[in-house]
């Protein structure tokens, strides 16, 4: 199966510090990558979709100079959450789609939980 | 507007069978998705349904009505490991090409013993 990776897969950091987050497909090109949060006992909720080489497309009440998404190749996509205070504490969830895969299954990666003080 | 439903919790014995429910409602559909998330975890693809009928994979199978707007997941022999949300996503075909999935809320399912 496809294979998704994150780092890092947690971090703890002051309010007000920036941090990055990569995502990346190991072992197929994806054309598209989305990023999620999910709080606890929530469903994921997606915050933006990427495509390689072009602008990400935020969802309804998503701050894109808060949370800045690089998607600069086919196999990895960074999302750096700018500013970070403790409501931004949850947990990312990155998917990728794979290009060459008929039905398009979206495989995510682990997760980073992002807890911030 | 975009509505998915499941129950919120469900719970069965070890070597039973159960049957998660999912109903939606979304502007567009193209194809539906049933995930697995243990807590803490991402989740892990489990089913996909684009059309009507009924697929099978090992214990775990999954039913698509488009017509109903409606969809279960279905898992035989439970094993304790099983304990996990189990999410129904729809994909909805629309949003400039870029396929998004809409989530449900997740069902939690607890296997006892």
């Known amino acids: 199966g496809a294979v998704v990776s994150q780092h890092p897969s947690r971090v703890i950091c002051k309010s007000g510090t920036s941090v990055k987050i990569e995502c990346r497909s190991l072992?197929?090109?994806?054309?598209?990558m989305f990023w999620y949060r999910q709080f606890p006992k929530q469903s994921l909720m997606l915050m933006a979709t990427?495509?390689?080489?072009?602008?990400?497309?935020?969802e309804q009440g998503v701050e894109k100079d808060k949370f800045l998404i690089n998607h600069a190749s086919l196999t990895l996509s960074t999302l750096t959450v700018t500013s970070a205070h403790p409501e931004d504490s949850s947990f990312y969830i990155c998917?990728?789609?794979?290009?060459?895969?008929?039905?398009?299954?979206?495989?995510f990666g682990p997760g980073t939980r992002l807890l911030v003080l | 507007g975009q509505n998915i439903d499941q129950p919120t919790e469900m719970t069965a014995t070890e070597g039973a069978i159960v049957q998660i429910n999912c109903t939606y409602q979304?502007?567009?559909?193209?194809?539906l998705f049933w995930y697995q998330q243990h807590a803490g975890e991402a989740p892990t693809f489990l089913s996909y349904?684009?059309?009507?009928g009924l697929e099978e994979k090992g214990r775990f199978s999954s039913f698509l009505s488009r017509s109903k707007g409606y969809s279960y997941l279905l898992l035989k022999e439970l094993q304790m490991k099983d304990s996990a949300s189990y999410l129904c996503?729809?994909?909805?075909?629309?949003?400039?090409?870029?396929?998004?999935?809409?989530f449900g809320a997740g069902t939690r399912l607890a296997v006892h013993p």
């Open positions: 998917s990728a789609r794979a290009r060459d895969k008929i039905q398009e299954t979206q495989y």
């Open positions: 072992d197929f090109q994806a054309t598209t």
């Open positions: 349904n684009v059309l009507d």
């Open positions: 979304t502007s567009g559909f193209n194809g």
């Open positions: 990427s495509n390689e080489g072009s602008k990400a497309t935020y």
């Open positions: 996503a729809v994909r909805d075909g629309i949003s400039g090409g870029y396929n998004k999935l809409i």
